[in-house]
Nanobody, 123 residues
Framework: VQLQAYGGGSVQAGGSLRLSCAAS????????MGWFRQVPGKEREFVAA????????IYADSAKGRFTISRDNAKNTVSLQMNNLKPEDTAVYYC?????????????????WGQGTQVTVSS
C-alpha cells in the first residue's frame, strides 16, 4: 500500500489543523492506521492509532483531549483532527499502516509509511 499524507501547515498556538492520509490499494480496510511525529534529533513518536474497523482508538498522552483520529474505509483515508495546537506539537507528521489491523503504539509494528507533512505551531 502507498500512503500520502497532507494537510500540514503553519498555525498559531490554539489553532487547529486536520491532517489526512490517502491510501492506495484495495486492502486498506484491514489495516490498522497510525499517526506519528518526529522533530530533528529525536525519535519518531506515537501520536494516535485506529483499528481496522475504526472501532478502537488510542492516543498518546500529549494528544488526548485535543486530537481525534478517524478513518473512512470507503474513501481509503485516515484523518487526524488536531485542536488547541501547542508549539510543542511542531513536527513532521507521518501516517502509517499496520497489516495486523490492530492498535499499535510502536513504530516498529507498522509496515508502510507515508512521506510526512510538516506542522508548525507558533506561539
Amino acid at each position: 500500500v502507498q500512503l500520502q499524507a497532507y494537510g500540514g501547515g503553519s498555525v498559531q498556538a490554539g489553532g487547529s489543523l486536520r491532517l489526512s492520509c490517502a491510501a492506495s490499494g484495495r486492502t486498506f480496510s484491514v489495516y490498522g492506521m497510525g499517526w506519528f511525529r518526529q522533530v530533528p534529533g529525536k525519535e519518531r513518536e506515537f501520536v494516535a492509532a485506529i483499528s481496522w474497523s475504526g472501532g478502537g482508538t488510542i492516543y498518546a498522552d500529549s494528544a488526548k483531549g485535543r486530537f481525534t483520529i478517524s478513518r473512512d474505509n470507503a474513501k481509503n483515508t485516515v484523518s487526524l483532527q488536531m485542536n488547541n495546537l501547542k508549539p510543542e506539537d511542531t513536527a513532521v507528521y507521518y501516517c502509517a499502516a499496520d497489516r495486523q489491523g490492530m492498535l499499535d503504539t510502536s513504530r516498529y509494528g507498522y509496515d508502510y509509511w507515508g512521506q510526512g507533512t510538516q506542522v508548525t505551531v507558533s506561539s
